[in-house]
């Protein structure tokens, strides 16, 4: 069966957010590295966090290797992968009501209404159907 486009954007978006979670990970457990100005748009929160730059590495570090992992399994349709893109998806659409909750309303909503979209598609007939074909690793 041939990936819908759609699949495959999601999985470069997935490599994508690997590759931001690892650079991420770089500005919290090496500080003062040319890769910290990956924050010059949100230097206070950075800032904010930096003191707790080890939690703060370690758990953007777990992160991205579950990132990592959903980008291989996504792109080789494995069904452990579609369940745990769900289940990323799920944890930012939570954390995006969380947002909506304390006071951001509108970017919260905004992060709930693409992840919705995207929890939606990845739930499609199609896309479902990919990954629930069964393969022998």
Same mark, same amino acid.
């Given at each position: 069966?041939?990936?819908?486009? $759609?699949?495959? /954007? #999601? +999985? =470069?978006?997935?490599? &994508?957010?690997?590759?931001?979670?690892?650079?991420?990970?770089?500005?919290?457990?090496?500080?003062?590295?040319?890769?910290?100005?990956?924050?010059?748009?949100?230097?206070?929160?950075?800032?904010?966090?930096?003191?707790?730059?080890?939690?703060?590495?370690? $758990?953007?570090? /777990? #992160? +991205? =290797?579950?990132?990592? &992992?959903?980008?291989?399994?996504?792109?080789?349709?494995?069904?452990?992968?579609?369940?745990?893109?769900?289940?990323?998806?799920?944890?930012?659409?939570?954390?995006?009501?969380?947002?909506?909750?304390?006071?951001?309303?509108?970017?919260?909503?905004?992060?709930?209404?693409?992840?919705?979209?995207?929890?939606?598609?990845?739930?499609?007939?199609?896309?479902?159907?990919?990954?629930?074909?069964?393969?022998?690793?």
């Amino acid at each position: 069966m041939k990936k819908p486009l $759609g699949v495959t /954007l #999601l +999985g =470069v978006f997935l490599v &994508l957010s690997t590759c931001i979670l690892a650079a991420t990970t770089v500005t919290f457990l090496f500080p003062g590295t040319v890769v910290d100005h990956i924050w010059d748009f949100k230097r206070t929160e950075y800032e904010q966090m930096l003191p707790y730059r080890l939690w703060a590495g370690t $758990g953007f570090l /777990l #992160l +991205g =290797v579950i990132m990592a &992992l959903a980008a291989y399994g996504w792109f080789k349709a494995r069904r452990w992968a579609w369940w745990l893109v769900q289940g990323i998806f799920l944890a930012n659409g939570l954390g995006d009501v969380g947002r909506a909750l304390s006071g951001d309303v509108v970017g919260g909503l905004v992060g709930v209404l693409i992840v919705s979209a995207l929890l939606v598609y990845v739930r499609s007939k199609g896309v479902r159907v990919l990954y629930m074909e069964q393969k022998v690793a």
